[in-house]
Nanobody, 116 residues
Framework: QVQLVESGGGLVQAGGSLRLSCAAS????????MGWYRQAPGKQRELVAT???????NYADSVVGRFTISRENAKNTIYLQMNTLKPEDTAIYYC??????????WGQGTQVTVSS
């Protein structure tokens, strides 16, 4: 059984910063992709950033230059450093881990609220 536990969400003013963490535990295949997705009220869940076990990264255009994803493979943990936050970044942020079509896991989500 794979579990993902997120932390680090909260309330911040526009222009501020937050750092999210996601720790995975369980029977995890070494070669995988972990990432962050977000869902704002009334909108579909969207990709924020992903990182492979080889540390190849991918970002949504809306966060390029502001967010940085990183990982510690030994701890099965990823981070999302979010700088210059905007009100439109307000959403529930979900951690994801996958290594195949039947190995796709989600965390419970952490709320990020950016006030203007």
């Amino acid at each position: 059984q794979v579990q993902l536990v997120e932390s680090g969400g909260g309330l911040v003013q526009a222009g501020g910063s937050l750092r999210l963490s996601c720790a995975a535990s369980g029977n995890i295949f070494s070669f995988n992709v972990m990432g962050w997705y977000r869902q704002a009220p009334g909108k579909q869940r969207e990709l924020v950033a992903t990182i492979t076990s080889g540390r190849r990264t991918n970002y949504a255009d809306s966060v390029v230059g502001r967010f940085t994803i990183s990982r510690e493979n030994a701890k099965n943990t990823i981070y999302l450093q979010m700088n210059t936050l905007k009100p439109e970044d307000t959403a529930i942020y979900y951690c994801n881990l996958k290594w195949g079509p039947r190995s796709d896991y989600w965390g419970q989500g952490t709320q990020v609220t950016v006030s203007s």
